[in-house]
């Protein structure tokens, strides 16, 4: 991989700041693919604290349920719009990742993964309510199914395994 010096510097930069997902032409390659997880971590790390205080006394069952629900869809949405629209104009033939600014965007941007990090904050929530609202071993309850936020983070893990990668780009 041959790279002029001010990429490579800008590229350093980026990553010594752990803000390089949030440019597509920094979020992959340089040396450090996986680096973009690292950077969206941060990101996620600094929206927690706004999210628990905003998003979670407002919500609860159903509530919670509904709104990782509605995350959800807007998640596939994302990756339904990008296949309906080819911005990089893929077609038919491959497309090298480095090459691909939108779906670059799509797959590494925090703000494209937000709705995952959501779903995993309200299903929390609602699983902690839930546990609370029983008594007895929680991992053992959870691992035999018998609690209702344990077996809907399951299922809410399974469908957008399946979903995400249904749609996938």
């Not at 309850?141 to 469908?159: K, N, T, Y």
Request: proline letters at 6%; hydrophobic letters at 50%; a positive charge.
């Amino acid at each position: 991989l041959r790279c002029p010096l001010d990429d490579l510097i800008t590229a350093g930069l980026l990553y010594v700041a752990a803000v390089q997902a949030w440019s597509p032409l920094y979020s992959v390659g340089y040396y450090n693919g996986p680096g973009w997880s690292i950077s969206d971590e941060a990101f996620f790390y600094l929206v927690f604290p706004l999210a628990a205080r905003r998003l979670l006394p407002r919500l609860s069952g159903r509530g919670l349920l509904l709104t990782a629900l509605l995350l959800w869809l807007g998640a596939l949405a994302l990756g339904g719009a990008y296949l309906l629209l080819d911005p990089d104009h893929r077609g038919a033939r491959p497309l090298t990742t480095l090459a691909a600014f939108w779906i670059n965007l799509l797959k590494f941007m925090p703000l494209s993964r937000l709705p995952e990090f959501l779903i995993g904050v309200a299903l929390g929530k609602h699983f902690m309510e839930d546990r609370e609202s029983r008594s007895g071993s929680a991992v053992v309850d959870l691992a035999a199914g018998r609690r209702r936020g344990g077996r809907l983070l399951c299922a809410a893990g399974l469908l957008g395994a399946l979903g995400l990668f249904s749609i996938s780009p």
